[in-house]
């Protein structure tokens, strides 16, 4: 035995902020895969239609404004012991605060836009533009490849050193992906949710040839079953 497997590596699942000024600082990879996640979906129903109420016109109620609205939640979790183990010198110094502050910063407008706002107010502007978020992508797997919101997400912090460096911490994170309802046609991930819609129609097409021969299957147990009584 020599302890190898031909087991294949599991890709491991991220964020990653697409900000050009500092890509490193805005990628934030899974230390370990969540083992499950919630997908929420909710009809984007013509104006005065909504799937929830009584409204709106009958020749309209059946009628779809556009892609889907849809949430993911999922739990992270982040250990610096087992990153330290893994020869991550950031990890014995640090714990697992450097993966928080890459979350947290996703969050953050940038400093120098903060002071550049700061600056044109004291000038006397009477209206600031808010910063641009950099485009977030929900990264899980090669099939799914998606531009997200950072809705919000809590932290719990579970273990520290002498000094009060967080060790170890779960992260539940609040996602809200956008689509091509959501996004201008120049945003790049405009397109990008598109190619993955192309992808699940395709998808769809294969569960729902498949589909009549299940039934089929089906069918023919039930009729064998009751000739055999």
């Not at 900000?19 to 005065?48: I, K």
């Not at 709106?56 to 556009?66: F, M, S, T």
């Not at 790049?188 to 009549?212: D, M, N, R, T």
Request: aromatic share 4%.
């Amino acid at each position: 035995m020599t302890g190898v497997t031909d087991a294949p590596r599991a890709l491991r699942g991220a964020l990653v902020a697409v900000d050009e000024s500092n890509p490193v600082a805005s990628t934030v990879v899974f230390q370990y895969n969540p083992e499950e996640m919630t997908r929420r979906l909710r009809a984007r129903s013509a104006a005065g239609t909504d799937v929830d109420t009584n409204g709106g016109a009958r020749d309209e109620a059946l009628r779809l404004d556009g892609a889907p609205i849809e949430t993911i939640s999922l739990a992270v979790e982040l250990d610096a012991n087992d990153r330290a183990a893994a020869e991550d010198p950031a990890a014995a110094l640090l714990g697992v605060y450097p993966q928080l502050s890459a979350l947290e910063m996703m969050l953050y407008p940038k400093n120098a836009a903060v002071l550049a706002n700061d600056a044109l107010e004291l000038l006397g502007t009477i209206e600031l533009v808010p910063q641009q978020a950099p485009l977030t992508l929900f990264v899980w797997g090669p099939g799914r490849v998606l531009p997200v919101r950072l809705s919000g997400f809590s932290i719990a912090e579970q273990a520290y050193d002498a000094d009060l460096t967080p060790l170890r911490a779960r992260v539940d994170l609040e996602l809200r992906v956008l689509s091509y309802s959501d996004l201008p046609a120049t945003d790049p991930g405009y397109h990008l949710f598109l190619v993955h819609q192309v992808a699940k129609e395709a998808l769809a097409v294969l569960g729902s040839v498949s589909a009549p021969l299940r039934l089929g299957a089906l069918a023919a147990g039930v009729s064998t079953a009751g000739a055999a009584r």
